[in-house]
């Protein structure tokens, strides 16, 4: 499809310093080819340090500054807890569900 | 009750080891009474200790040594990593701004800012000779 219909991604498992550069580097494969609506999805990522954070936040950037976004959703209370303590949840918008995430994106013209 | 436990891991300075990590402080936590939500906590205090200490004493080198060790009584439960990598001055890490429009985030010195957070207690010292030490402890209940 085009460019404007959301990718989703689906990282698994725990997102460590040993696992954040491969979902840094699909992240960036999806910029690169010009989808710059992402969502990812993280129903069963379990965990997320900092490193796994710091690809969200630069795959964020990167998608504004082509005119999208990068949205989250399906978070567990855990994670959530950890996003919203390093404020990432002002920066992020968040939806409880993979729906919800991409009715956001239809609703700005998607 | 009332037993002191004591359990130790060593590792070699590689990111593939973080899971292995993970599950020690898990089994520690949950085996000196920590709850889940502590429990959770310090697995991830440990994860940003040591990935720090891959990054930054050991520069991305494979072979170093880290040495983690978990103590607890009835009221504390006390991890210690050690590494004999490059001294760092994890007091001169800056603190991040997790507030603010997304343009304006630094994103450096998260690490520090959770193992702070997620801690009751977080210590550093570093020598020339002694390498690294980072001690942190979660209260019990």
Same mark, same amino acid.
């Given at each position: 499809?085009? *460019?404007? $219909? ?22 960036? /494969? /999806? ?13 069963? $990522? ?17 998608? /504004? ?24 949840? /002002? ?8 729906? *919800? ?10 | ?18 899971? %292995? ?7 520690? %936590? ?14 991830? %205090? ?96």
């Amino acid at each position: 499809m085009s *460019a404007q $219909t959301p990718v989703i991604v689906h990282p698994q498992g725990r997102m460590d310093a040993a696992r954040a550069p491969a979902l840094e580097q699909e992240l960036r /494969q /999806q910029l690169a080819h010009g989808h710059h609506r992402l969502i990812v999805d993280l129903s069963k $990522t379990t965990y997320i340090s900092s490193n796994g954070l710091r690809v969200l936040l630069a795959a964020h950037k990167t998608a /504004q500054q082509d005119g999208g976004s990068l949205k989250l959703c399906c978070l567990s209370p855990r994670l959530l807890e950890i996003f919203e303590m390093a404020g990432f949840d /002002q920066i992020f918008e968040i939806y409880e569900d993979r729906n *919800a995430a991409e009715n956001a994106f239809a609703k700005v013209g998607g | 009750m009332g037993k002191a436990q004591h359990f130790q891991l060593t590792i070699l300075s590689d990111f593939s080891n973080l899971g %292995a990590v993970a599950d020690f402080i898990t089994h520690a %936590a949950g085996e000196s009474g920590l709850d889940e939500s502590a429990s959770y906590n310090a697995q991830m %205090a440990v994860d940003e200790a040591v990935t720090n200490v891959i990054e930054h004493a050991y520069h991305g080198r494979q072979d170093g040594q880290i040495f983690i060790s978990c103590e607890s009584d009835d009221d504390e439960f006390i991890i210690v990593i050690q590494d004999y990598g490059k001294p760092f001055d994890f007091n001169k890490v800056p603190k991040p701004r997790v507030k603010g429009p997304l343009a304006r985030r630094s994103i450096g010195g998260l690490g520090v800012f959770f193992m702070k957070k997620l801690m009751d207690k977080v210590e550093f010292s570093s020598s020339a000779d002694r390498g690294n030490r980072v001690r942190m402890v979660k209260r019990i209940r």
